[in-house]
């Protein structure tokens, strides 16, 4: 069965995201590595039950990708956003079946790109222009070929994702696409209306209490 496998929050810059995880869950996010075929870098912690949130950004020491990078890191309106202020921006699902989910899903996922970094090996949906699905409102879709999942490696600084919600001026239409990537079931989707943004909220005990942050946080 699907099930959530990580949040990412994206910054300018890798010390602007560990800042924010900082001010906002009061906790410090620690390194996690780089992504040399996307030009990017990462912080990471454990949220429970296999799934971590993940503080991603351009890495200004790495030489520029010859293809866009993932999570619309290289589009102009996501640098101005990421200047103002890190943010949440989408959400990943974990699939043991990418290619089934490929095939099953109404919206297009992106092309399943193996991938690496030291021992682990995993294959994500990409778009050829690095944006995000629906906004980041639709996950990306992530098949790991590494047991057990990397999230048992990673540091427990106490955060456990309580909920996940989307906020939607079709909720109708988002739920029939979650559905059919098999991930209807991992998030709660509220009617906006239609004068209103949509947008992905996360309520995260901390511990200092329980954190919301979301997409439209700027």
Known sequence: MNRLDHL???AETLQQGVDYIRSTLAVEIPAGGTHKTMGTHNHLMQLGNDAYIEVIAI?????????P???NLDDALMRASLHRQP?????????????????????PIGIPTELSRDALRWQVGLTEDGRLLANGLVPYLIQWHTEPHPSGSMADMGCRLQSLEIYHNRPDWLHSVLTSMGA???VSIHSLPDTEAPFLSANIETPSGIVNINSNQE
């Open 184 to 186: 209807g079931h991992l």
């Open 87 to 107: 943010r949440l921006i989408t959400w990943v699902v974990n699939t043991p079946d990418i290619k089934a989910v490929e095939h099953d899903s109404v919206l």
């Open 69 to 71: 990078r993932w999570f």
């Open 8 to 10: 990412v929050i994206a």
């Open 59 to 67: 890495n200004p020491q790495a030489a520029a990708p010859r293809h």
